[in-house]
């Protein structure tokens, strides 16, 4: 059947591969325009008969060229159009009761769309039966401005999150999924966003299990640096607070591009701790056990800078600047010497080197310290990608060829493996994911796609790995079990994803992580716009 029941209305979807069903377009929240621009959102209307869902409709307002997913072999998108809070399911035909896997994009939380990496996600759901949900939520401006005297305020495209998770929670049974077994994953902003998520006093009970490329946790910023933000934004918009919900959707935009654009835009808009979505600092919720019992998969990149480097040539030349703004000019110098004794092959390249120390800075030490708070209160599996681009074009166009090399282990370059699969690294990436949201380990095939009875394999075997802390064997496609035990904030067991084959490393480069030791800061942007960081 492809009428799938919502509690606003039934949805008529559409065979999307041999036996993989997938609903378009699907409205989780009211069209936020008009008075519920930058407000939270609200239910959507009811509607009578069946809506058709076999079509994408629009993503959310952002740049030209934003979303990264048609460059990955993704399908082509709608316009981009303020009314944008909708989401997509994708899962087995007949499927009763599977573990739903609900995906967060990524795109500096100012571009992208629920389609980006993840496709229709029929990968999932044919390979591990799993149900598979991505959605829109709003971006920039329209997503994260703070508004002078309004409360909640600042974390909008947070609300939207969470609000397509209370969606699941109520309506994905009929398609098929489990309501109680669901798995958040995000890359990149969808990764800071899960760890936001699971700070949030608002998301609790809608996450079960947890996954994270290339995030880390704390990437916000407090009502004062919201403030500072948004000023600058009503100045290039030329019109005070009060009269932001009468502007048109395209002079918004404007305004925001008017402040920065493309990769230097990076890191500008990021949610408030707002009080309600936040009410502290993500690390220190998640610290406390805000997000106990949800076991966590974290990977970062091994040169996620290298990324930013390449599209904007000063990206690392910024390092200097923004950590003698963080930690002053001593402080700065004694990472960098740290990284040129670790690393003598960087030592003769200054930008090399100082790309190596902002991955470290922007999504290694974050994502470390996000899988030391959690450990001490669920589950967690840390692992690191050091291969090659995955989803790319095959044949790859000629004039691509000098760039795989570039592209090795770069930000973003993990994505496309985990959701699609295929030999080699990538394969194994999906088979991890799989499993994971599955209920079992991430170097574990499940044996029926879930635990006995339902529970999560934590709850039926609490050791849940053999004597010597390696997961237990079993068919695991991809390959061989990995011995991927549960990481500690004491030895901090890495698997790390190579292209000669998974291998694993306690504490890998533990001298840089000693050198951030002692240092806490507020991730800001690394090119300044008139003095707001």
């Not at 407090?222 to 100045?235: C, L, W, Y």
Request: glycine residues 14%.
């Amino acid at each position: 059947m492809t009428v799938a029941r919502t509690a606003a209305g039934q949805v008529r979807g559409v065979e999307i591969a041999d036996g993989v069903i997938g609903w378009r377009g699907v409205p989780y929240a009211a069209p936020p325009v008009g008075p519920l621009r930058l407000r939270p959102p609200q239910p959507p209307e009811p509607w009578a008969g069946a809506r058709d869902a076999s079509s994408l409709v629009a993503v959310a307002l952002q740049p030209p060229g934003g979303s990264f997913g048609e460059l990955t072999g993704g399908p082509p998108l709608p316009p981009a159009a303020e009314d944008c809070l909708y989401l997509n399911v994708t899962a087995p035909a007949g499927a009763s009761g599977r573990p739903v896997l609900v995906w967060i994009h990524g795109g500096g939380y100012q571009a992208g769309s629920g389609t980006d990496m993840a496709g229709d996600g029929a990968a999932f759901a044919r390979d591990h039966g799993l149900v598979v949900v991505t959605f829109n939520y709003r971006l920039g401006a329209l997503g994260f401005l703070d508004v002078p005297g309004e409360r909640p305020t600042g974390a909008c495209g947070m609300h939207d999150q969470i609000a397509a998770l209370r969606w699941v929670r109520q309506n994905v049974a009929g398609f098929g999924g489990d309501p109680g077994r669901v798995t958040v994953y995000g890359l990149s902003a969808g990764a800071k966003s899960v760890a936001n998520l699971l700070a949030s006093p608002l998301a609790r009970g809608l996450v079960h299990r947890a996954a994270s490329s290339s995030g880390g946790a704390d990437h916000v910023v407090s009502p004062e640096q919201g403030a500072a933000v948004a000023g600058r934004f009503f100045r290039a918009l030329g019109a005070a607070a009060d009269r932001v919900r009468d502007v048109p959707a395209a002079e918004m935009l404007a305004a925001q591009q008017a402040m920065a654009a493309g990769p230097k835009a990076s890191w500008i808009w990021r949610p408030t701790v707002d009080g309600v979505a936040l009410t502290r600092w993500p690390l220190a919720a998640i610290a406390a056990g805000a997000a106990a019992g949800i076991p966590l998969l974290a990977q970062t990149c091994a040169r996620e800078a290298g990324m930013y480097q390449l599209l904007e040539h000063d990206a690392p030349d910024q390092a200097d600047r923004v950590l003698a703004g963080y930690f002053g000019a001593e402080v700065r110098d004694r990472i960098l010497a740290a990284y040129a004794r670790n690393r003598p092959e960087l030592a003769g390249n200054p930008r090399a080197l100082r790309a190596a120390v902002m991955t470290d800075e922007r999504y290694g030490i974050p994502t470390t310290r996000l899988a030391d708070a959690q450990s001490g209160h669920a589950p967690v599996w840390r692992s690191r990608y050091d291969g090659p681009f995955t989803g790319l074009p095959d044949p790859l166009p000629r004039n691509l060829e000098p760039l795989v090399p570039v592209l090795r282990a770069v930000h973003g370059s993990d994505g496309s493996g985990v959701w699609r699969g295929g030999s080699g690294l990538a394969g194994r990436l999906h088979a991890a994911w799989g499993a994971f949201a599955l209920g079992g380990e991430p170097g574990q095939a499940a044996p029926d796609g879930a635990a006995p009875d339902g529970a999560a394999p934590d709850e039926a075997a609490p050791d849940g790995a053999s004597p010597d802390g390696a997961s237990p064997g079993g068919a695991f496609p991809g390959g061989e079990p990995l011995k991927w035990p549960r990481y500690d904030a004491t030895r901090r067991p890495t698997m790390i994803f190579d292209p000669a084959g998974p291998y694993l490393a306690d504490d890998p480069n533990g001298a840089e992580r000693a050198a951030w030791d002692g240092l806490t800061w507020s991730p800001g942007t690394w090119w300044e716009f008139d003095g707001v960081s």
